[in-house]
C-alpha cells in the first residue's frame, strides 16, 4: 500500500544529485579577475590575445590561478584584489599603448571560484542584482535637441527626393539648426513646394518671404510633433541601450526611463566604470553614401591633393582611404534587421541587411541612378567611421534586401551583424550621475538575507521536529530538498537574485511546509477516525493532495500576474516565487511521501506511527499520542 516503486526512487536520487551539483557553485563565492574583451568590432579576441596576456603577465611576475578564453573575451582569475589591480596595469600596458583608441577593453570583474570539475559540468552561481553583488549605477541625460537636429536632417533629405519625384525645382535645400531653407526663382514654384510641403509633411509648418531676387520658404517642426519626436528618441535610446547589453552578456540589467529626458542603467557585478561606460557607448550605426570618383578625389586617396569640398577621408580594413561624398542617403534607422550569412556566389561571409519600406525606396532609386559607381558602406563605432565595403553598383537593387561582403570572416560577420541589430542612439547622451555600490555593502546585504533565510528554516524545521515528531522530521528533510531545488533551479537558469528574491525564497520556505501541514494534519484525522496505520498514511497524502494543488496553483496564478506586470524588484520576487511553488509541490508531497514510504512502508504489521498527539473526539473520552 504504502511501497514506492524503485523508478520513483530513481528519480528522487537524480533529483538530489542534480540539485547538489548545481547549488554547489553558490557556495564557492567569487574571486577577483581581470576581462580582456574586443574594443572594436574589428579587433578579435582569440588565443593569440590569450598569449600576449600570459606574456604580459609573466614579465611582470604574476602567477594567475587560471586563464580562460571564451567566445568574447579572456578572463583572468588572480588570488587578491591587489594582484588584480596590478594584473590590469601590466596587460593594459601591453595591449593597449594607445589609450586615445583602445583596440582593447581591460576592465576589473569578478569570476566564480567553483572548480573545474563543476565548471565542465556547465554549473555556475546564480547572478546576484546590484544591490547584492554590487556594480554600476548611470544616469544618462539624453540631447533632445540633437534628437530634432537630426529628425530634420533627415526632413532635408525627404523633401529634397519628393521635390524631385513631383519634378519641383529649387535652387538648394539647406539645414540652418532645427529649420529646413529651401530657395526658389518664382513664386509659382514655391506655392507648389508649400503644396506638396502640407501633403507630404505634416509635422512641418512652412513660412515664406523674398530674399533678393528669389524666395526662400522656412519649414520647421511643429511643437506637437516635436514632443512627439522627444518621446521616441528616449524610448528609441532605451531599447538600443537594452539590446547593446544582452547582446554583450550584462546579466538583468536595469534600464529605466527617469522624468522626460533621462534614463537610468543599472549593471549588477560590473566593477569598473570605464568598462561600463564603454558597454554604453559601443552603439554602431551605419551610413551609406556615395563614393567620390573625381580625378581630386582619387588625388587624395593617394595622398597627392586635398579632400575635395563636400567629400570626407575614411579607411578601409585593409588600411585603403576611401574618399566618399558627406550626404548620407541611408542611416541605421531605415534598417529593420542584420543577419550573418554567406555570399551565394563566392560563399565569402557576408551580412544581410533587411530595410523598412522608405529604406527600400530610396536604395532603389540611388542604385538605379548610380550604375557603375562606387557605394560605400560606413560602421561608425565610439565617434570613428570605417568603410566595411566600397562596392560598385551593378544593377537596380530593390526589394529591401541589401548584401554586404568582402574580405570578412565569419566571426567579423557575426560581430558587424550583431552591432548593427543593437540599433542606432536617435540622440546622443551624457552620463550626469555615476555611483559604484562596492561588494562590501552587497555582502553586508547577502550575509543578512542568508541569515534570514536560515533562521526561519531552523525555526520551522524545530517546531515541525517538536509538534509532529518523526512525521515533523521527515518535513524537515523534505524543506531543506525544497530550498536545495530553488536554488539549484535559479543557478540552471542563471535568474538574478535581489533582495526582493531573497524575500521569495523565505516566503518559500513557509509555503512548502504549509503543505507538509495538511498531509499531517490528514494523516492524524485518518487515525483519530479509527483508520489503520498504513491506511491512515495512504488516504492522509491521497486527500491533501487536491487541497495542496487547488492552493498552490492560485498562488501560482498570483505569482504569473506578478511576473507578466511587475518591473525590476517586482519581477525579481516573481521568479523566485513562482519557481518555490513547483519545487514545493515535489518537496512537500513527492519527496516527504518516498521518505515515509522507505520507513513505513517495509512494516507489515504497523501499529503505530510518530506523528505527535493524536486527540481524539471528546464522545470517545480518551486522548492518545502516536509512537
Known amino acids: 500500500m504504502n511501497r514506492y516503486p524503485v523508478w520513483k526512487y530513481a528519480i528522487i536520487l537524480i533529483a538530489l544529485l542534480v540539485g547538489a551539483i548545481y547549488t554547489l557553485p553558490n557556495f564557492f563565492g567569487e574571486a577577483p579577475a581581470v576581462q580582456v574583451s574586443s574594443g572594436k568590432a574589428t579587433v578579435k579576441v582569440d588565443s593569440t590575445t590569450q598569449a600576449r596576456v600570459e606574456q604580459a603577465l609573466a614579465a611582470a611576475g604574476i602567477k594567475p590561478e587560471a586563464i580562460t ?5 579572456v578572463k583572468v582569475r588572480v588570488e587578491s584584489g591587489d594582484v588584480q589591480l596590478k594584473a590590469k596595469d601590466a596587460i593594459q600596458k601591453a595591449l593597449v599603448p594607445d589609450p586615445s583608441d583602445p583596440s582593447y577593453v581591460v576592465a576589473l570583474n569578478l569570476l566564480s571560484g567553483s572548480p573545474k570539475w563543476l565548471t565542465a559540468l556547465h554549473a555556475a552561481p546564480m547572478y546576484l542584482g546590484l544591490d547584492l553583488r554590487g556594480g554600476v549605477h548611470f544616469m544618462l541625460q539624453v540631447d533632445m535637441q540633437a534628437a530634432l537636429t537630426k529628425k530634420a536632417e533627415s526632413f532635408s533629405g525627404d523633401l529634397r527626393s519628393i521635390l524631385r519625384e513631383k519634378n519641383v ?33 505634416p509635422d512641418l509648418q512652412a513660412a515664406d518671404a523674398p530674399e533678393g531676387t ?67 557607448g559601443r552603439t554602431a550605426t551605419l551610413e551609406v553614401r556615395l563614393v567620390d570618383e573625381s580625378a581630386e578625389a582619387r588625388a587624395a586617396e593617394s595622398g597627392n591633393g586635398p579632400v575635395p569640398f563636400g567629400d570626407e577621408r575614411y579607411l578601409e580594413r585593409s588600411g585603403q582611404p576611401v574618399i566618399v561624398k558627406k550626404q548620407v542617403i541611408l542611416t541605421g534607422e531605415n ?33 538605379r541612378e548610380n550604375i557603375g559607381k562606387r557605394m560605400a558602406i560606413l560602421l561608425f563605432e565610439k565617434g570613428k567611421g570605417e568603410v566595411v565595403t566600397a562596392p560598385v553598383i551593378r544593377s ?65 524545521c524545530a517546531f515541525m521536529a517538536i509538534y509532529y515528531m518523526l512525521f515533523g522530521v521527515f518535513s524537515g528533510i523534505a524543506l531543506a530538498l525544497n530550498l536545495l ?53 495512504h488516504a492522509g497524502y491521497d486527500r491533501a493532495w487536491a487541497t495542496i494543488l487547488d492552493s498552490n496553483i492560485t498562488t501560482l496564478i498570483a505569482g504569473v500576474a506578478l511576473l507578466a506586470f511587475g518591473s525590476g524588484p517586482v519581477r525579481g520576487f516573481a521568479v523566485v516565487h513562482c519557481i518555490g511553488i513547483l519545487t514545493s509541490m515535489f518537496s512537500a508531497v513527492f519527496f516527504s511521501r518516498g521518505l515515509v514510504n522507505l520507513w513505513y512502508g517495509r512494516k507489515k504489521k504497523l501499529k503505530s506511527v510518530s506523528i505527535g498527539t493524536v486527540w481524539r473526539p471528546a464522545s470517545e473520552g480518551v486522548i492518545t499520542k502516536a509512537e
Open 335 to 367: 534598417l529593420t534587421d542584420a543577419q550573418p550569412g554567406f555570399d551565394q556566389q563566392t560563399q565569402e561571409a557576408a551580412v544581410h541587411l533587411t530595410l523598412d519600406a522608405k529604406g527600400s525606396r530610396i536604395f532603389k532609386d540611388i542604385t
Open 214 to 280: 528669389e524666395y526662400k520658404l522656412t519649414a520647421t517642426i511643429k511643437p506637437e510633433a516635436a514632443r512627439r519626436i522627444q518621446d521616441q528618441a528616449l524610448k528609441q535610446n532605451m531599447v538600443t541601450l537594452h539590446n547593446r547589453i544582452n547582446e554583450l552578456g550584462v546579466a538583468e540589467p536595469v534600464i529605466q526611463q527617469q522624468g522626460l529626458d533621462r534614463i537610468v542603467v543599472q549593471l549588477p557585478g560590473v566593477q569598473d566604470t570605464a568598462k561600463a561606460k564603454d558597454i554604453l
Open 69 to 73: 578564453l571564451d567566445a568574447n573575451s
Open 396 to 460: 537596380e537593387i530593390g526589394g529591401g534586401r541589401v548584401q554586404i561582403s568582402g574580405r570578412m570572416t565569419t566571426t567579423e560577420a557575426n560581430d558587424v551583424a550583431l552591432l548593427l541589430r543593437a540599433g542606432s542612439l536617435a540622440a546622443p547622451m551624457e552620463i550626469i550621475e555615476e555611483l559604484t555600490i562596492g561588494p562590501t555593502l552587497g555582502a553586508e546585504n547577502i550575509t543578512k538575507g542568508f541569515h534570514s533565510v536560515a533562521w526561519g528554516f531552523a525555526v520551522i
Open 485 to 537: 531545488l530553488l536554488v539549484a533551479v535559479l543557478s540552471m537558469l542563471q535568474a538574478t537574485l535581489t533582495l526582493p528574491g531573497m524575500a521569495a525564497m523565505a516566503l518559500a520556505l513557509g509555503m512548502a511546509i504549509d503543505s507538509n501541514v495538511l498531509i499531517n494534519e490528514r494523516v492524524r484525522e485518518e487515525l483519530r477516525n479509527g483508520a489503520s496505520p498504513q491506511a491512515a498514511i
Open 169 to 201: 525645382r529649387h535652387a538648394g535645400i539647406s539645414r540652418n539648426g532645427q529649420a529646413i531653407e529651401v530657395r526658389f526663382r518664382d513664386t509659382q514654384t514655391l506655392q507648389a513646394a508649400r503644396a506638396v510641403l502640407a501633403d507630404q509633411f
